[in-house]
């Protein structure tokens, strides 16, 4: 037996042995968690209006645990709702903070931080663009984007203009990179459409016109200065060459070259695979690497894109979800991926909804990354079921809705998602955002789960947040890789700490992380069931 098959083998071999079913329940009462989504009328119609928001989890105040932050929509200027509210709310919606108090609740410190939006919001993501020991946040929204800049005392300064960041257009996913690897985290904005809110011409069943009624937009790139500010590179380095309509997007290095790539899940246009050349430019290879098209080659709706290992065979693979059958596409690591969606076992169970947030973590941690998906009606308020997909190994997937918990019961219109080990019990949960209704806080509250282990990386020469930094865990037989990735899924970002199940095994023999500066550092015989802080070097 070949040194891979015998991975591959202990892995199945895990997975079988997992005991109890990964479940989840509803804890958005008791933590105090009380966000409503707004799209800012008084029903659904227009395609502003439906795209929804995201949120981010990131430990704004130090204290090592992360706190939540979620956006929303809220009522425009005349002309730019169809159905405008018939009387203003009380209190403008607004986006919010919610500090993590250690004991599963949370405050909400909105108003006290400085962060609550000045805009119609749809994505979050953080990172220390500046290094100055704190993290900092941006925010898209129609029109423009917010770079928030964090103290350090628990408050944020508007640091946008300051930073060079005027962005015109509709700014929707957004993604953190080194991708210069120069220690500074650049940023990848991507935008939606060019919204006409005057135009009004389609069927009554579409209910509103769609994203093909209106003119594509190019996607913005732009370089930190290390100093502050940003330098608008799109053209240079060819992100601008290409138009498309953005939905979702992420960074990572997906041909194992140590400098990040970036993919771009475009609505009812062929995606982007943006493959850094290594110089400053990119060169976009969608087509050739098979990530342009669905499996039957239809240019859905993407949605949420995430980069992942299937079967820990060292390779960045790719998850997308959309408003058909989903992607999942299995890196062949000659810049190539195969659709295995139908093969997993997926796309059976997934193509009767339209998929949008989604996470892939470890909910069980038996060594194999699982699937969480939410879904929603696409150009009406449909509220529909959610599902979940646990890795069996070998490339397939099992759906595990029915015994996920009474969440996977209830219906509603989900959109973006973010996910984090919140109460750092070695689970990993979600935070839902529903267009134009609650968000809901998911606990992980898996049975019996396998023992675990969670890095935070602090760069030093590289970027502060080791943002594009692997981590090689190797444990129990199993040897398993993850990359530091700010931005994915849809609108929003995961916990910057990387989670890793170790099935039965009590310790890792040994973690190996591999920094954007090239420094390699390695530890070994670390005891599991614990949160692990690895400074660079």
């Not at 769609?210 to 913005?220: F, I, K, M, S, V």
Request: glycine share 14%.
């Amino acid at each position: 037996m070949t040194a891979q098959l015998a991975l591959m083998f202990t892995a199945v071999c895990l997975a079988a042995g997992a005991a109890g079913p990964i479940q989840f329940e509803d804890a958005t009462k008791p933590s105090g968690i009380d966000f409503t989504h707004s799209i800012g009328a008084d029903k659904l119609g227009s395609l502003l209006e439906s795209t929804g928001g995201g949120c981010v989890w990131f430990d704004y105040n130090h204290d090592g645990k992360p706190d939540l932050y979620v956006v929303s929509g809220r009522p425009l200027g005349p002309g730019m709702h169809p159905y405008p509210l018939r009387k203003p709310p009380a209190q403008t919606p607004h986006n919010h903070l919610y500090r993590n108090n250690g004991d599963g609740t949370f405050t909400d410190v909105t108003d006290e931080a400085g962060v609550p939006g000045d805009g119609f919001s749809f994505a979050a993501i953080a990172a220390d663009f500046d290094s100055d020991g704190s993290t900092d946040l941006l925010v898209t929204s129609y029109g423009h984007v917010t770079l928030y800049r964090n103290k350090g005392d628990g408050t944020f300064e508007d640091v946008t203009e300051k930073a060079g960041l005027k962005i015109k257009g509709w700014a929707i996913g957004a993604a953190w990179l080194d991708y210069d690897r120069d220690g500074c985290v650049d940023l990848f904005i991507g935008r939606y459409v060019k919204f006409d809110p005057a135009y009004r011409s389609y069927y009554a069943a579409d209910n509103y016109p769609g994203p093909l009624d209106y003119e594509a937009d190019t996607n913005l790139l732009f370089h930190n200065t290390c100093k502050g500010s940003f330098e608008d590179v799109s053209e240079k380095s060819g992100i601008g060459r290409y138009k498309g309509r953005t939905m979702g997007v992420t960074a990572a290095d997906f041909d194992g070259d140590g400098y990040p790539d970036i993919y771009v899940a475009n609505d009812k246009t062929e995606n982007f695979l943006f493959h850094n050349q290594r110089n400053g430019t990119f060169q976009e290879i969608a087509v050739e690497s098979g990530t342009a098209f669905g499996q039957n080659g239809e240019s859905t709706s993407a949605m949420g894109p995430v980069f992942f290992e299937i079967d820990n065979e060292g390779r960045a693979d790719l998850w997308v979800s959309d408003s058909k059958y989903n992607r999942l596409l299995k890196n062949d690591g000659k810049l190539g991926f195969t659709d295995v969606t139908e093969k997993a076992g997926i796309s059976q169970w997934a193509a009767q909804y339209t998929s949008w947030g989604t996470g892939v973590h470890d909910f069980d941690n038996d060594g194999l990354k699982d699937i969480l998906i939410f879904h929603g009606g696409l150009i009406h308020m449909v509220p529909q079921e959610h599902s979940l997909f646990r890795n069996l190994g070998g490339g397939k997937f099992q759906d595990v809705s029915t015994t996920g918990g009474s969440f996977f019961q209830m219906k509603t219109v989900g959109r973006g998602a973010c996910f984090a080990d919140y109460d750092s019990d070695g689970r990993v949960e979600a935070f839902l955002v529903n267009l134009g209704g609650p968000g809901q806080l998911l606990h992980n509250v898996t049975a019996a789960a396998g023992h675990w282990l969670t890095v935070r990386l602090t760069g030093t020469k590289s970027n502060r947040d080791g943002i594009g930094a692997t981590v090689e865990v190797e444990a129990g037989g199993m040897r398993q890789k993850s990359e530091r990735i700010a931005g994915s899924g849809y609108l929003g970002q995961d916990d910057g700490r990387l989670h890793f199940g170790l099935g039965s095994a009590a310790k890792a023999d040994r973690i190996t992380v591999n920094w954007p500066s090239g420094a390699q550092q390695v530890l070994e015989n670390v005891a599991a069931d614990r949160i692990v802080e690895v400074r660079e070097p």
